[in-house]
Structure formats: C-alpha cells, structure tokens
C-alpha cells in the first residue's frame, strides 16, 4: 500500500528551527517529485517547495526562500523540509506529496501530485 507519512512537527519559537521529515513505502521512491505544502486556518493550501525525483533540482515559494530547504534521502525513502528563521505565519498544517512515477529533472508545486500524506502539525509561537 502507497503511504506517504509526515513527522517532526511541534512547537517552536519565532526564529527557531525544525526539520520535517516524509517517509515513503509502497512505491519506488526515486521515480517521484516530491512536494511540501501547507495550510493555514482559514486559508488556501499553498506550495512551499519541491524536489526532482534525482534531488537535482529544487524550487521554493518566495515567502520560504533563503529560509527552507527541501532534500531527499532515495536510499531511506525519505525527503525532508529544514525550516530554519520561523515566523509566526509559518504555522500550518505541513504535507508532502508524491507526484510520478517517471524520471523528473525539474519539479513544480503547481503540478498535479498522485499521493499525500496526513499531514503534520507547525505551530510557530512564543
């Protein structure tokens, strides 16, 4: 069974760090683009960044750029958000996504993704 499952969020201060982590089973995990997203009460989902299938390739939403960093671990199954400089509208429910299979130089958030996780929890607060 295809599963993807998000871990690693909590609470965190303003300006502090944490690492999400997406654990795949079920698929062969290096033919996928992988994408973070995330949504806000009471606002629209919104993309936060994506991985090519190789990790090659990255590309993130303006608001996490310089901020975030998006990688892959194809070995482990496994991509990973490192959310470093947190602000308070970070806070958000985090997913990733799934989007293959096939080989993928480049990814967007704005594609259409096959799979999705449960989703984790953020919330950034002092």
């Known amino acids: 069974q295809l599963q993807l499952v998000e871990s690693g969020g909590g609470l965190v201060q303003p300006g502090g760090s944490l690492r999400l982590s997406c654990t795949a089973s079920g698929f062969t995990f290096n033919y996928y683009v992988i994408g973070w997203f995330r949504q806000a009460p009471g606002k629209e989902r919104e993309g936060v960044g994506c991985?090519?299938?190789?990790?090659?390739?990255?590309n993130y939403a303006d608001s996490v750029k310089g901020r975030f960093t998006i990688s892959r671990d194809n070995a482990k199954n496994t991509g990973y958000l490192q959310m470093n400089s947190l602000k308070p509208e970070d806070t958000a429910v985090y997913y990733c996504a799934a989007e293959g299979p096939g080989v993928f130089r480049l990814c967007a958030v704005t594609r259409e993704y096959d799979y999705w996780g449960q989703g984790t929890q953020v919330t950034v607060s002092s």
């Open positions: 991985i090519s299938s190789s990790g090659g390739t990255t």
